[in-house]
């Protein structure tokens, strides 16, 4: 568009070129005839000479002209090419350097969020080891632990959901006993905590209990556990040492995965007895409810797992049944 503006701005030097070129030319024709001699013919070859190299020069002078103006449009256009690239460099330059900061802003959020994970990570690792080692020391190092001992894993059991305040943890008294030892732990109004040793049933009714006050020993609070079995009529041999390494392991167990939690006692060498139902906690992690207890195809199915302790499996889920599936014993709660 601008070649053919200026096209229209200059085409009458080529016209008005063309016109004068011509006019000499017919001066040329006719001047001769005017003149005699010598001098006619010379004024001719002048003007003839004039008039061509008007008709020729003219329109180069002006194509020249022309091809100037669009070596100048061309250069403009280069030029204004060239502030159009240096702006989208410029952008191009920004956005990277922009880009470039968000990634790095990206990086660093990536970062101090992974640092969060790990720390979290870590707290939980540190929380999880403070309460198996509290866990442990009730018994599983070999030792009859303190009072303080006692109320710290049995509150920290509660807390953590390892077991309900109503139920568990308990052990049978001994490898093929039907009667069990629970321990009950209850914060009382004085910002103080109370903790009880209570005799009770397999479906768990409390026969006797016997307090361990602060500041008592444990040796007299054991003596007196015997004595309540021996006025129940129960054996009152108690091997102290492997039952609280029972009662311990039973604790480590039922924090090992959220499956085992509200434990209440353990069924070695492979299953835990939950408010739940039943959970293995050595070979597969299965969980078997209630309402597949007496379902014979199942239980028959799970029995011949190579994995399996029948014998185990049969006497939790028997205990299970003993301590919730007879509600009309006690209304919808077992007595403990």
Known sequence: MRSVAAWLKHWWIAVAAGALGIAVLAASWVVPDRLNGDAGTWWEAVLTNVGAAILLIAPIAWAS???????????????????ATDAVREDVRRVREETTQEVEGLRQEVASLRDLSDSLRARRDAEMQRETGAYRRLGLDGTVPAREDVIEAL????ENGVVEQRYG???????????????????????ES????????????????VAWD???????????????????????????????RRLSQTLVIGASHSSLHKIVELHEPQWAVTRDGVTAYEGERWSLGPDQFDYHEVMESVMKEAWVDPR??????????????????WGTEPPF
Do not use: C, H
Not at 155 to 158: E, P, S
């Open 155 to 158: 509150r920290l059991a509660i």
């Open 65 to 83: 002209e022309r091809l100037t103006r669009q070596v100048e449009i061309v250069r403009e256009d280069v030029e204004a090419s060239r502030v």
């Open 194 to 209: 109370d903790l009880f040793f209570e005799v009770m049933s397999v479906e768990g009714w409390v026969k006797r209990f």
């Open 169 to 191: 943890p308990r052990a049978a008294l001994g490898p093929g006993r039907s009667d069990y030892l629970r321990l009950r732990y209850e914060p009382n109004d004085f910002g």
């Open 312 to 329: 185990a499996l049969g006497d939790a889920i028997a205990t299970w049944k003993a301590l919730f599936a007879k509600p009309s014993l």
């Open 214 to 244: 602060e500041g008592g020993l444990i040796q007299d609070v054991l003596f007196g556990v015997t004595k309540a079995l021996r006025q129940e009529g129960l054996e009152s041999s108690l091997d102290a040492s492997d039952w609280f």
